[in-house]
């Protein structure tokens, strides 16, 4: 089983509001991930967790804020986005976390934002 | 700097014609991965293969195959026998065990089979 569920799948936020992103695994991996994908290009990294501990932050605005409460979940938290952050944002996860450029990530559906 | 080229921004064919997506990369490091991930219109980015810079063996599962080539540091992957399921948006991409996991993706084909 290879599953990563996020939700929700669709997201519609102003730009005051106050929302989060929810990504699971139970496949037993110890490394996860949060990507960002605009329209027509590839997915960019944003943050990487081995362990529950953030060991990767890719320069991102503190405007989106990233939390592992355990092995499984990985939450991204909104706050006072900009229409330009409308994207699709994919969680992935990996086996190992250590060694996570050796390991095959394994991406869940993604969510949907769109921010007014 | 580690970079992954596809060169093909779009191909369009007719079912059952075969169709090979070109990936061509850049890096310094001798032990890295190589993967191949296709991506419908859903969205989810779905694992195809992974391939790391020791093992030169071509691959082949059902109708897709991938021919890896050290000397011209390229990873292709050919379709035979395309089917209309088979367009999607497909991304090779290049991981480097140093770099933490990042992936540093090609900027994808959009292959388009029409029936």
């Known amino acids: 089983d290879t599953e990563v569920t996020q939700t929700p799948k669709h997201l519609v936020m102003g730009m005051t509001n106050k929302k989060s992103l929810k990504c699971e695994q139970h496949?037993?991996?110890?490394?996860m991930y949060w990507y960002k994908q605009k329209a027509k290009k590839p997915p960019e990294l944003m943050f990487v967790?081995?362990?529950?501990?953030?060991?990767i932050n890719e320069s991102v605005p503190s405007r989106f804020s990233p939390e592992c409460p355990n092995s499984s979940l990985l939450n991204l938290h909104l706050h006072a986005l900009q229409p330009e952050d409308s994207a699709l944002y994919l969680c992935?996860?990996?086996?190992?976390?250590?060694?996570?450029?050796?390991?095959?990530?394994?991406f869940g559906p993604g969510t949907r934002l769109t921010v007014l | 700097a580690q970079k992954v080229t596809q060169a093909q921004t779009e191909i369009s064919v007719v079912e059952k014609e075969d169709v090979t997506l070109d990936c061509v990369y850049e890096t310094r490091d001798t032990t890295y991965y190589l993967f191949w991930y296709k991506q419908p219109p859903s969205g989810e980015l779905v694992f195809l293969i992974r391939?790391?810079?020791?093992?030169?063996q071509n691959e082949i599962s059902g109708r897709y195959s991938w021919n890896f080539q050290k000397s011209t540091s390229s990873f292709n992957f050919t379709i035979t026998a395309s089917q209309v399921v088979d367009s999607a948006v497909y991304f090779c991409?290049?991981?480097?065990?140093?770099?933490?996991?990042?992936?540093?993706f090609g900027q994808g084909t959009e292959l388009s089979v029409k029936p």
């Open positions: 991409a290049l991981s480097d065990p140093g770099e933490g996991g990042k992936l540093i």
């Open positions: 967790y081995s362990y529950e501990k953030l060991s």
């Open positions: 496949m037993g991996h110890r490394a």
């Open positions: 391939r790391n810079s020791f093992d030169e």
């Open positions: 992935a996860s990996s086996q190992d976390g250590i060694r996570q450029g050796t390991d095959t990530q394994y």
